[in-house]
Structures are given as structure tokens and as C-alpha cells.
């Protein structure tokens, strides 16, 4: 047995499902293992930005590492974009990245280029000196690092840099998978110390990400707010929340500093579980970067590869709040709106015809405004843009519909960030999956004429807005979704778009939606 | 007036006149220092790929460099593909990465990555330490830096990765340009060795690149081939090529190993001129590395930095081959070919309609049979891949075409390659750039193909035969275009292509051809 072979049975044996591959001639022998390992699922890319992307959604979806298979230095680089927002949703994951043998590399041949590097920006683990013999137990070692949590923003991705000469040399076989790592538990005294806090009556919240998002994290919070008055903070961006009627009611931080402010004006505690202080996510002159209101005291019940989980119910329980009844989301009726589109309209009609247990991957402005209003419709997982990185969300939706076959996926996108990896509707057209895409086609990279306003500019010259303007050609993206072998149909009206959606989420299979009408003009 | 007002202006006063940009919330004051330099033209691309191979390409057509604006760490990498080939063409290049101010970066908001390492991996030349004060200078430095070869395969990439605050902060203005470096001269010693080995009536070839495939670098070598009987050899991918009739008939070494080994058989004596030895692109169990016969002398006339007109004009003066005349390509009348497609009969149709003073930006293997045959049909410029990263085609033909507006570019593009980078085609709609491209739509990574069964394997298994297969299901790539404002269409026999390559090459602005048929099944 090769080492690439050796490898592959040992990543299927630590239960990895998934290979998200866009290979290239160093990896031929990691794709006759493939081959011969069906068990793990080879998905086909165009485009490497869609194999990390994709693994980030199983990530979330499922707790559990895929794999992607990337060409050199090149094909790393063109999923790096993903790969960071990967590691800001600590998305766990395996990269295995095609190398030359290391006697070939001092030869400098042509895509020869200094992997490591590149891999360092994003890796919580690496390796790049496996020899046959070792590529087996480096994989079930990636495995087990991208289960452990590595603290601050260090992510959970790992990556194995794999020379071609690890893949076709002899290997002893297959290694054993680690024991599963377990979060660490905090420690009795923090407990008590937030206990003690929450108990003095001040205006408290906890802020809550990461592990303290999961539904059991979240039941555990919501009776300790029952029971103490604080309030249930999200970040703006959480990679995976389960929303929606039934749901613990949960507050989203805003996204501009001042509106930060505002919604935690009043706040005297704040409480991180599994999270870090709310900061801008850009800086301005003269906004503060740091987005506490003045005099708020700052504590910690758990750091982001803590486990939350067992924090708040300890915390729950020393609070005597075992018995208190969370607040939760409650079902509305939506009714399907009229006339011709805008931001608004758009929102509200996916919110009702939101189906139950859907998943929603968006990178859009348009996707967090409808956010909220889906949060009284019905169940849902949330996974947001976690890293800013545009290209996110189409990519993020294919490995979601992969991991989660009996879900049906939205994807929210803006044009301008479907525009970056819009080969994800080629492997949801080759795998069936079963996502409806909307396009919030407002021809414009929207946000940027609003950051420019912030300037104090009134309005753009000609070059300025030349290079916010995606509208001139404008993209039909029902052509894009044809030419990879998507069905897809425009939307002028809340009309039209509330009756592609409801067909849309009744039919398997992917379909994209543009919904252009009058908006953001 | 602020920094980046003083940086813009700076750069255009050294002579930039491009600047390829995707921008963000961080860059929103050079938009706003773009918006009032208009003699540097601004140009929007919808993916960073895009921006940095069409910055390649007018730096392989103008021999200056052209700036790209990127955001953040994940704009950047978006870009790194490109800029690798970039790197390996020795194009010159000044990237504008835009970051939060230093005092920002520590609270690490959701786009916060380590940028250093990403740009060191293709940069010859990076600050990211500017202040307001600084940042004009900076800019005139990283321009400097992107004209002086560095050595070896460090490439002529600056890469200023520019703090908010650098940008908004108050500057002394524009800096001044700094003088225009040089290339080094190769010391007399060198030459005379040379002229001693090329008269020993040994068996020689000159091995040609970069600045030594410059015109007036191949007419130099053209004589001395002319007076001493040497070979005159470029790369497998040279990142430029004035080739065609009139032009120094250079013969191009092959891709495979073998090959390789076979063309240069019987070589007593190889001369690098601006040149590495010749090595394997991939490497294969018991296949060398290094592709020179046995016992062939190696020496060198000049490094990649150095300047090879002088050293070649040197050479030929001290050979006493002023006089000499060089072998030419010859024009031939190529025929039109006929009946279904096949890749012998596109690259007929190719060569029989090639328009004069076309420049030819090529990532396909189809591109490259076209190579020799269109040494024979008109006088061009050749831009190969020259890293080895697919979806540069594009890109590149999009900066040459706005390079060179009156120059028509055509783009030989597999399918594969086209894909990662389809986002091209909406640059040139917006731009009207006189860009034919052709996509070789074989509906496969057929290369793959030819690789895995060079390691024995007969047949290729369900599973790796799905891993080279996009043509599951098909790109419509005439709806790809369309959907960008790109005119296209699709030819399945050689009449149709000939007819739709001379409808193009009398058309401005852009148009794709989607050549499918039988070829490739």
C-alpha cells in the first residue's frame, strides 16, 4: 500500500466523509486512493474558493472535519479567501495540499512556490515533511487538530502539505484514529465569579459565540436569563446559529460601531461565553475601535475552544435556574408581499415562505437585514459570513446541501460577492443538491457607496462610483446559472419571487433566483 | 492633501497608468485618491485574479508596471494565484493592499489576517509599516523595486500593504520619482568564455529567456546561431515571445520530460541566456528532474536580472557575427481546414485566420499545439502560462487588450482554465477590449488524463475519472458570456470556427467562441 492510499483509509476510518477535490498531476496517486476508497465522497470543484468553502459548510453542519484536495501553492491560494472565513467560524477541516517531492522542489520548476507560507496564514496545524511512511498518522494527527479548539482566532483548520513522493512511496498501512478530543472545562471559581456577578442586579448580558451558540448551549443561557434579567447577545456574525420559532430568543449585534453602541447602551456586565469584546469591524477616525459603552465591566465564563456548553449549564445551575423557562421565538404569520421588489419586499417574502429546517448560508447586506424577520417563521441554522471574505456563501451552501441532504438550502448572495465564486452552481448542478439561490442583484457593491458616504462624501465622482457600480454590463445571472447547468428565473415582483421560492424549496435540485426589480437603484 | 492623494499621485508621476482594482470599506480613501487622478485609469474587475493577471499582462506588454488595489488579506489572496505566474513571467507589478490602521489590527476584527506572509510569498519587494508621511515615497520605492530584477525566481512584485490610517492621514506630498534602474552589465570575462566555448565547433545551444527573448535580444542571438551553428531554444513557457514571420526562428523546448530530453539530444553544450537549466515541470517516479543530456557542458552568459542585449550583442560583436543574418520565420499560406472539430483543426483555423501584430495569451494545451504552428502565419506577441496556475489566460489577454487598445489579443483558453477566472469576461464587456477568446471546451482536465496514465494506470476508475471530467454537466459557455455582456457563440465544424475567428478579428470589442465538436471525447 502507497502512502496516499494509506492516508485516505485513515482520514475514512477518523470518519471523515468528504473530499472537496480540484487535483492536478502531483496528486494523481491521492486520486487512484480516492478511487479505491468510495466510502469517502470525492465532489469535484472548478474552483478552489468552492472546495474550502464547501468543507467550511459541512464543517458547521456537522461538527466534523472534510477534507479538500488543493493543487500546490496556487490552488491553496485560490481558497484562502475561505479558508479565512473558516477559521474565524472554527470550522474544523483537513487540507491536503499537493507538493513536489522535496528532492524535486530545489529544481524550482514552475509552480514551485513557498506553501508553507501561505498555509500559515489559516492553519491552527501543518505539516509539510511527510515521508510514506509517516502520511498515515500525520492525516489521523490533522484529523484530531482540527477537534481541538487552539484558543483566540487560531481556527481549527489543519493542513497537511504532501509531497508526491509521501503519496506513491511504500507506506506500513493505515493508522489508527486518535482518541477525539475533549474541551477543556472551566474552572469552579469562574462559575461562581459570573454566578456572584449576575447575581448583584447590574445590567448584564452575555455575549455568546462559537460553542455557546449550539442549541444546548443556548437552552442552558436562556434560563439564565430567566432567572437573572440579562440579556442574550450574538455577534454580528455568528458562524452557526439554530433560530427561529421554538428557538431561545437571542439578540444579533449590529454592524456599524454606532449602532453597536446603541444596542448595548445601557449594559453595566458583559459576560463573554466563547467569544471576544465586540469591535468594529472596520476603523474609522474618531470611532472607537472597541465597542463597550463606557464603564461596562468585562468578564469571561469560557474562551472560544472552552466548553461552553458545560459552563453555562453549570453556571445555570449554581444560579438555581434549572427549572426557569427560556424565552423563546415564536411563530407569526408572514403574509407574501406585493409589488415591485426592494430590499424589503425581498426579505419578506423569504421570510414567508421560509421552509421548516432550512439552512440559510448568505454573504449579502440583504441577508442579514432578513435576519431577524426569519426569526418568527420557521427552524432554521443560520451560518453567516464569519470572516468578511465575499464568495462565501455559494460555496458554503454546496457543502451544507452535501452534508445535509434532507435540508433544504437557502443561499442569501449579494452580486458582487456570487460574482467571486460562482462555479458553486456547476457542483450543486453535478450533485443535485438542493439549493435555491437568490441574487439580491442590485447591481453595486452597495456597501462601499455607503462606507463612502461615511467619508462625509455626498456624492461620488465619476471614478469613485465607477468602481462601486457592478451594473454596467449587468450580469444575468439567470444566463450564469443556465451556463453550469443550473434551471434559474428573474424575479421583477414580491409576486414573482414568492412563487419561485415556494416552487423553488418544493422541487429538488438546485435553482437560482435573481431578484432585481427596481431595488438599490 | 492625504497619503493616499500623495501615493496615487507619486505612482502616476513614475509613470503607472493603470490601476486594476477590487476595493473595500479599508480603501476607501484611495478610491476616493483614484477619483481625482484620472490620468491613472481606474479599472473595476469582479474577482482579484482578474486584477493581477491583467496587471501581468501590461506588464508583459509594457514592460512598466500596473498597480492593483486588493483587499485585506483575502483580496490578496484572491489574487496570489495570478501573481505567482506573474512572478514566474518577472513582470513587473506595485500592489496596494489595503489593511485596518496598525492600532486596529490588535483588536482583531473578522477581516484581520497576517497579510506579511501572503505577499512574501511572491513579492520581491513589501512595506507594511507606511505612515501617512511615508506612504508617497513608499509607493515611488515599490515602483523602483518592481523595474530591478531581484534574482533567481524572486520576481518583480512589490506588494505595499497600506494601513487606513497611512491612507487618511496628512502627507508633505507626492515624492518624487526615483531614477530608473538598470540592469546590470555580465562582466567581459564571461562573454569571452562564452565566445571561446561557441567556437570549439562542439555541438551548442543557446538557452533563451526574459530579457534575452526581448526582439533585439533574438536578433543578437539570431547571429551568432547564424555564425557558429548553435541551437536557438526558448522555455516551454516563455512569458513573452515576439514571434511569426520576420521574427528569429527560435525553436520552443516541450512539456514532458521525454520530450524535453529527446529535443535537446545531442547538445554538447547548453549557454543560459537570461536562464535556468532546463528541469521537469512535474516530477515522476524514476523520470530526472534535471532535462539535460549526458554530459552536456553547462554554462551561463547572463542571469535573469542581468541585461541579455547587452551580453548577447557583446557575444555576437566578439564572435565577429555583426554581419550575419539571423534565420527567420518564413510565412506560409495556411489553409483553411475543414469538417468537425478536432484540436488539429482549431489550431488550423487559428493559424489560417491569425490577424497581424495579434498578441496571444494562452493557459491551454490546446494554445500550446497552436504555438509552432502560428510561427508561420503573422507577425505576433506570444504570452504563455508561466507558473503553471490555470485561469490566467483571461486575465492577461484583458491587460494586454488595455495595453495595447489597437493591438487585437487573442485568448486560447481551456475550459478548465477558463472557469476559475470567467470574470474576465465582464472587464472586457465594461472596457470593450478587442479580446477574441477561444475555449478549447473539451469538458475535461484532460492533461489529468495523460497524467494518470502515465502511472501505468490503463483505465481510470469511476470515482478518478469523475475528478477529470467537468463536462458533467457542461459549460455552456456562450451563456457564460452572454450572462457578462460578452457576445458569443459556438462552432462545432472548422468552417464555423474560421468563420466566427475572422467575424471577431474584424469586430472590436470582445467576443468568445466556444469550440466544441467531438475534440477531446
Known sequence: MNGAKALIETLADCGIEYCIANPGTSEMHLVQALDSVPRMKSVLALFEGVCTGAADGIGRMTGKPAATLLHLGPGLANGIANLHNARRANSPMVNIVGNHPHYHVGFDAPLTSDIETLA??????????????????????????????????????ATLIMGADAAWGESPGPAKPNPTPARPKVDEQAVGDIAERLGNGEPSALLLEHHATTPAALEAAGRIAAKTGCRLLNG???????????????ERLPYFPEQVLAATAGI???????????????????VPGRLLPDGCALSRLSAVDEDSIDALERLAETLGAEKEQAKRFERKEIP??????DTRNIVQAIAATMPEAAIVC???????????????????????????????????????????????????????????????????????????????????????NVEYARLGITEAGE??????????????????????????????????????????HQEPGPFVIEASGEMGR
Request: glycine residues 12%.
Open 120 to 157: 500559515r496564514n489559516y492553519s491552527c496545524w501543518m505539516k509539510s515533511c511527510s515521508t510514506s511512511a509517516s502520511l498515515a498518522q500525520d492525516g489521523a494527527d490533522a484529523f484530531s487538530a482540527s477537534l481541538r479548539g487552539h484558543g483566540g482566532s487560531k481556527g481549527q483548520i
Open 236 to 250: 454580528t456574525f455568528p458562524a452557526r446559529v439554530d433560530g427561529g420559532p421554538g428557538r431561545v430568543a437571542v
Open 268 to 286: 453595566e456586565q458583559l459576560v463573554l461565553v466563547g467569544a471576544e469584546p465586540p469591535v468594529s469591524f472596520f476603523a474609522y477616525e474618531n
Open 336 to 341: 407574501a408581499p406585493e409589488g415591485p421588489l
Open 362 to 448: 448568505t454573504d449579502s447586506g440583504g441577508g442579514n437585514v432578513a435576519y431577524p424577520f426569519c426569526q418568527n417563521t420557521a427552524p432554521h441554522s443560520w451560518l453567516s459570513l464569519t470572516g468578511g471574505a465575499i464568495g462565501q456563501g455559494g460555496p458554503v451552501a454546496t457543502g451544507a446541501a452535501l452534508a445535509c441532504p434532507d435540508r433544504p438550502v437557502l443561499a442569501l448572495l449579494g452580486d458582487g460577492g456570487a460574482a467571486y465564486t460562482n462555479q458553486s452552481f456547476w457542483t450543486q448542478a453535478r450533485e443535485g443538491l438542493n439549493v435555491t439561490t437568490l441574487i439580491f442583484a442590485n447591481r453595486s457593491y452597495n456597501i462601499l
Open 463 to 504: 471614478i469613485a462610483a465607477s468602481l462601486f457600480d457592478i451594473g454596467n454590463p449587468n450580469i444575468d445571472w439567470t444566463k450564469m446559472a443556465a451556463s453550469f447547468g443550473v434551471p434559474a428565473a428573474k424575479a421583477d415582483t414580491a409576486e414573482e419571487l414568492t412563487a419561485l421560492l415556494k416552487r423553488s
